[in-house]
């Protein structure tokens, strides 16, 4: 069964101040590993997909990476507006191509 | 409108009740996606409509019943629901080509109370 396990469960941070959010996952062939951040009372946006170990993307403050364990979110002096909860998922490659296992996710607070 | 839309965004029941939850998507994708999200819980993936064929069924109780008239929209039907099916309902879409079916865009998702 795929497993995926998100850490710290809450991270609170001082603007400015970088720090990065863990993705471990167990899952039988990787076929991705996607970001998405949720702000309260709405549905996930999509951030990023990961295919292969060694890959990294970035998008503003954010930049993603992966090995064949985990998955490292960073934020790079972030800001206020970054306060969200960053969820992780992944999609096996034995399973159907629409089914993802997400994690419970890291609630992030930046504080002015 | 644009992106994913879902309605009501919040909704009280009975146990004996029987409801809809109604999405609609605006992005011509051909891929639709039911999840439930419970506090403290990992989003749980409950039906997959591709081109208008359920592809996924993930042991979700008969009291929750999808319907996909067209690529567009996306009902889930709900009668007689239990207490702990109280949780936040989210719609979701994809294009269904095996390049980019991966990045789902979600609706607001319906915040549903079962009294």
């Known amino acids: 069964e795929d497993q995926v396990t998100q850490s710290p469960e809450a991270l609170r941070l001082q603007e400015g101040e970088s720090s990065s959010l863990n993705c471990s996952y167990t899952?039988?062939?990787?076929?991705?590993l996607f970001w998405y951040r949720q702000d309260p009372g709405k549905g996930p946006e999509f951030l990023f997909t990961l295919y292969s170990a060694g890959e990294e993307k970035e998008k503003e403050r954010l930049k993603a990476t992966l090995t064949k364990k985990e998955s490292f979110l960073h934020i790079t002096a972030p800001k206020p507006e970054d306060s969200a909860t960053y969820l992780c998922a992944v999609q096996a490659k034995s399973g159907g191509y629409q089914k993802v296992t997400f994690g419970t996710g890291t609630k992030l607070q930046v504080i002015p | 409108e644009t992106g994913v839309t879902q309605t009501p965004r919040h909704l009280v029941m009975g146990m004996t009740n029987k409801k809809s939850l109604k999405c609609e998507q605006h992005?011509?994708?051909?891929?639709m996606y039911w999840y439930k999200q419970s506090a403290k819980k990992p989003l749980e993936l409950m039906f997959v409509?591709?081109?208008?064929?359920?592809?996924e069924n993930n042991s979700v109780p008969s009291r929750f019943s999808p319907e996909c008239p067209n690529s567009s929209h996306l009902f889930l039907h709900l009668h007689t629901l239990q207490p702990e099916d109280s949780a936040l309902y989210l719609c979701?879409?994809?294009?269904?080509?095996?390049?980019?079916?991966?990045?789902?865009?979600f609706g607001p998702g319906t915040r549903l109370t079962v009294l």
């Open positions: 409509y591709n081109f208008k064929e359920q592809t």
């Open positions: 992005l011509g994708h051909n891929a």
């Open positions: 979701a879409s994809s294009p269904a080509d095996r390049i980019t079916y991966n990045e789902q865009f």
């Open positions: 899952v039988s062939g990787l076929r991705g």
